[in-house]
Every structure is written in structure tokens, then in C-alpha cells.
């Protein structure tokens, strides 16, 4: 039993950092810090949130520089000891990328930056990211901002089977965005504790920006850790 | 010395909507005979190696490793050798692992 101490990491071109601190910190009440993407450890963080934006100026391809930095390595071993860790948007990007997840992310089908909101079927609430998504969050569909290029979903066959087999597919969108197989808005690894999702819950905190559907995702890793 | 020509591609199997945007405005053009358009990356490397076949396996992992993401991509490498004695140059295609 341990309380959530949330570790934010920041590259160069991260732009949701702040964003996820103020949910935590402002909304939530959580202890939390940025960590530098050349620091070389997460320290006594034990919950892992790789934040939305364009890290590395989405050179090469998307996450694909960032997966390389100093501070990734050891969120790499965090998680494969089985650590918390949400990658959102341009994180969920970099998940894949460092292998914490499989498949990959493409360009849009329609090729073009899309900026809105989505509503998502959480597809798996007993997951330590679902838990709190009960019943009635408007019977498991939510509403939550995604803002993005390169969100189309992409794995082998044997993969997706895999996937939904075992109930890892998380988020689903209702009206599928962007070409991602079997409409993917978020999946989790294995073991069940790295999640990576497009949609923005850190955007989706309060009620005074719209929903605060995203909100349930922090408080059911808070809830797992207590 | 030897110089690296890599060339990054989707896979076939994988829908190109940014060549097929392409290829739609190269055929209001009038060049209704251009077809399977695709897009990609071109990569070049110096690479000080004493061998071509050593500066080919560089060029290769880093392919694997970082250019090219082989869940969605395959590449292509050609070598050309910038030794002033040598004037050869060899391509090789490599298929990406599917994982």
C-alpha cells in the first residue's frame, strides 16, 4: 500500500505536461512533479504519466527520438517491473515505440489533424486505469478530447487477436476518428500496467472545460495505489 | 568511407493516404497512366568503416534499431563506397520484421 506519487516526464516539445500536472495537482490533490527527460532516474515516482505533444519535434517519427532520451530507460525498467505508467497522445506514441506496447501509429486516414471531442466505450473496467468508470458514467461512454496526426492504430493480425482476446483493448471509440483498427483508442500491455491511449483525459478534468470523464482515469491508478 | 542511401517505406500491406492524396492531384494533372503511389523517407549516412560489409551491418542496425519503426516500415540500403581507389556500390532490400 503506497500513495500515488505522480512523475510527469518533459522532452523537448512536450505541450500536455502542464496540463496533466494541473489535473493531479489542482483537481486531484496529488503530489506530483516533472521529471526532465535527461534525468537519469524517476526517482521515488511511482506512477509514470509521458505526456501529449510533439517531444523532439516529431522528427523521424512520432516518439521515435524520445523513446531514445535518458530518462527512458529507466522508465522502461519501471515498467517492466511492473510500475505504472499512462502514456498519452505523443505518449502513447512513445509506449509503442520503446516496445512497452505493441503496434504503432500511423498518419490519420484522412490525413489530417483532428481536434475535438470523442466519445469512448471503456471497453474493460477492471483495469488499474478503469476501475473507477462505473456504472453510471453514462452507461461506459465517455466524452474526451483528442487532438491529433498520428492516432490510426496499427498491429499484426496475431496481435489484435491477442489484443482483444484478452480484454486489452481499454478505450474503443464510438465513431472511429482517424482509421485505427477496430476503432483503438487505448490499450494496455500484458501484465496490465502500461496503458497508452490517444484521447486526452488530463483535457477532460473538469466540467468547466466540457467533461471531466478523464478525471476516472487518474483517480483508478490513485484508488489502485491506496 | 562509405556513404549509406536508406530509404524508408511504408510496407506494402499498409494504405498510403498521404501517396494516394498525391497520386489524386498528380492525375488532375492529366497523367492518368501514374499509379501505386507511395511516400517515404530518404536517409543518408557517412559511415567510416574498413569494409563495405561492415558499413552495410551499421547501416543495417541502425535501420533496425531507429530509421525505420518495423512494425509499419521496411527500408532499403545502398552502399557506395567514397574510397577514391573504388567506384562500386552495392543495394540490398531488407524486408521489416513483423513483431
Known sequence: MSKAKFGIIVFPGSNCDHDAYHALKHVLNQDVEFLWHKDSTIGDRNVIVIPGGFSYGDYLRCGAIARFSNIMKDVVRFANNGGIVTGICNGFQIVCEAGLLPGALLRNANLKFVCKNVTLNVENKKTIFTSAFNGSVNKGKIVIPIAHSDGNYICDEETLKELEDNNRIVFRYVECPNGALNSIAGIVNKKGNVLGMMPHPERASEDIVGSHDGRYVFESIIQSLN | ?99
Do not use: F
Open chain 2, 1 to 99: 568511407m562509405y556513404l549509406a542511401k536508406i530509404k524508408v517505406t511504408l510496407k506494402k500491406s499498409i494504405l498510403d493516404p498521404q501517396g494516394k492524396a498525391v497520386e489524386h492531384s498528380i492525375q488532375s494533372l492529366g497523367y492518368k497512366n501514374v499509379e501505386d503511389t507511395r511516400i517515404g523517407k530518404y536517409i543518408e549516412l557517412k559511415i567510416n568503416a574498413s569494409s563495405e560489409e561492415e558499413a552495410e551491418k551499421i547501416a543495417e542496425e541502425v535501420s533496425d534499431k531507429l530509421l525505420a519503426n518495423p512494425v509499419m516500415e521496411d527500408y532499403e540500403i545502398e552502399i557506395v563506397s567514397l574510397n577514391p581507389s573504388s567506384n562500386g556500390s552495392s543495394s540490398k532490400i531488407h524486408a521489416g520484421k513483423v513483431h
